[in-house]
């Protein structure tokens, strides 16, 4: 019966549009959350060859040997190094408490690892693993249950003695019920994806919750570590008249810059201050060293390069915050908090 479907010499019993729908319900169900549930632990575990040793470990109901992840590993070697270089210098010192504020998101990695798998793995799995079989399984048995009903209904069209067609109008009859009654069941169970969904959403609030918590404790580590760095001596953290606190990113936007202008060195401050009123006073123009990179918002402003020196001048009028800047032909406003004036 199967192969003369195929070849179109037969013809095939239609499932109801809602059995159909149903079923591609579930086949949808399952393709997303097996994309999911494998991106998810991509994510918590980046090594490959660390997932597949914890998959073997899994199917041998062992547990995995524990192992230092990448963050405690970092922090290991810095408080080794700091120990070494001695910690009562400076740099020794640092490292001991970047060492040790690794070591604590380390554990923070470990806690939403576990989390994560309880309560949003394990349970995807369950459903590719238990559910969706259960489904696969009932589904071969009502296309089987199928294949029986229109084998009948071909042996019906073909017989030709009464005897024969009363034996099978009566094999179609049962086939029709076997087929209705697997029909019902495959129904319930397709069903039951919607209270699926339901229980995946809630796992999902879960993971984000998880996930919250963690980004908040490493932020918080972090703050912390910066605030103990940030009471060294100031003379340890400079580099190059550079704070700490550089920028990672361009401001193109002017009202950023006076939140920014706070974490420039007082030295590059004192000098911009005091160079900047000589510049207003006159109409004389000076060189100044560019701090940081930034990129121009707009064609009135003129991008910069860190370290390259440029000429500025100040213009009746103009912004405080901001100077005339020229390299070579090209000239435009730059903002004063990039630059350090130079004698």
């Given at each position: 019966?199967?192969?003369e479907?195929?070849?179109?010499?037969?013809?095939?019993?239609?499932?109801?549009?809602?059995?159909e729908?149903?079923?591609?319900?579930?086949?949808?169900?399952?393709?997303?959350?097996?994309?999911?549930?494998?991106?998810?632990?991509?994510?918590?575990?980046?090594n490959?060859?660390a997932?597949?040793?914890?998959?073997?470990?899994?199917?041998?109901?062992?547990?995995?040997p524990?192992?230092?992840?990448?963050?405690?590993?970092?922090?290991?070697?810095?408080?080794?190094?700091?120990?070494?270089?001695?910690?009562?210098?400076?740099?020794?010192?640092?490292?001991?408490?970047?060492?040790?504020t690794?070591?604590?998101?380390?554990?923070?990695?470990?806690?939403?690892?576990?989390?994560?798998?309880?309560?949003?793995?394990?349970?995807?799995?369950?459903?590719?693993?238990?559910?969706?079989?259960?489904?696969?399984?009932?589904?071969?048995?009502?296309?089987?249950?199928?294949?029986?009903?229109?084998?009948?209904?071909?042996?019906?069209?073909?017989?030709?003695?009464?005897?024969?067609?009363?034996?099978?109008?009566?094999?179609?009859?049962?086939?029709?019920?076997?087929?209705?009654?697997?029909?019902?069941?495959?129904?319930?169970?397709?069903?039951?994806?919607?209270?699926t969904?339901?229980?995946?959403?809630?796992?999902?609030?879960?993971?984000?919750?998880?996930?919250?918590?963690?980004?908040?404790?490493c932020?918080?580590?972090?703050?912390?570590?910066?605030?103990?760095?940030?009471?060294?001596p100031?003379?340890?953290?400079?580099?190059?008249?550079q704070s700490?606190?550089?920028?990672?990113?361009?401001?193109?936007?002017?009202?950023?810059?006076?939140?920014?202008?706070?974490?420039?060195?007082?030295?590059?401050?004192?000098?911009v201050?005091?160079?900047?009123?000589?510049?207003?006073?006159?109409?004389?123009?000076?060189?100044?060293?560019?701090?940081?990179?930034?990129?121009?918002?707009?064609?009135?402003?003129?991008?910069?390069?860190?370290?390259?020196?440029?000429?500025?001048y100040?213009?009746?009028?103009?912004?405080?915050?901001?100077?005339?800047?020229?390299?070579?032909?090209?000239?435009?406003?730059?903002?004063?908090?990039?630059?350090?004036?130079?004698?």
């Amino acid at each position: 019966q199967f192969t003369e479907e195929k070849l179109g010499q037969a013809e095939k019993t239609e499932l109801d549009a809602h059995l159909e729908n149903l079923l591609s319900k579930a086949e949808c169900t399952k393709l997303w959350t097996e994309k999911i549930m494998k991106q998810t632990e991509v994510l918590l575990q980046p090594n490959p060859n660390a997932r597949i040793e914890e998959f073997v470990y899994e199917k041998l109901d062992r547990k995995a040997p524990s192992r230092m992840n990448n963050p405690e590993l970092l922090g290991q070697y810095m408080i080794d190094a700091g120990n070494e270089f001695g910690p009562g210098t400076a740099y020794g010192n640092a490292l001991i408490k970047c060492g040790e504020t690794q070591k604590r998101i380390g554990t923070a990695d470990r806690e939403l690892i576990q989390t994560s798998a309880i309560n949003f793995l394990t349970p995807l799995r369950n459903f590719i693993e238990g559910d969706y079989k259960t489904i696969t399984k009932e589904r071969k048995l009502l296309q089987n249950k199928r294949l029986d009903l229109d084998a009948a209904k071909t042996r019906l069209k073909k017989a030709k003695v009464a005897e024969a067609r009363a034996a099978s109008e009566q094999e179609v009859r049962i086939t029709q019920s076997e087929f209705d009654r697997q029909a019902e069941i495959t129904r319930l169970l397709l069903e039951g994806i919607s209270s699926t969904h339901a229980h995946h959403l809630r796992c999902l609030n879960d993971f984000v919750e998880a996930q919250m918590t963690y980004y908040a404790q490493c932020y918080q580590y972090m703050l912390d570590l910066q605030k103990q760095l940030g009471s060294f001596p100031s003379t340890f953290l400079s580099n190059n008249n550079q704070s700490s606190t550089t920028p990672v990113q361009s401001v193109s936007t002017p009202s950023v810059l006076a939140s920014a202008s706070a974490s420039l060195p007082s030295v590059s401050n004192s000098i911009v201050t005091s160079g900047l009123s000589e510049l207003k006073s006159s109409s004389g123009s000076r060189k100044a060293r560019v701090l940081y990179d930034y990129d121009a918002a707009n064609s009135s402003e003129l991008s910069l390069l860190a370290d390259e020196v440029i000429t500025v001048y100040s213009i009746p009028g103009m912004d405080s915050d901001w100077l005339m800047g020229e390299r070579g032909n090209q000239k435009g406003k730059v903002p004063i908090t990039y630059l350090e004036l130079l004698n």
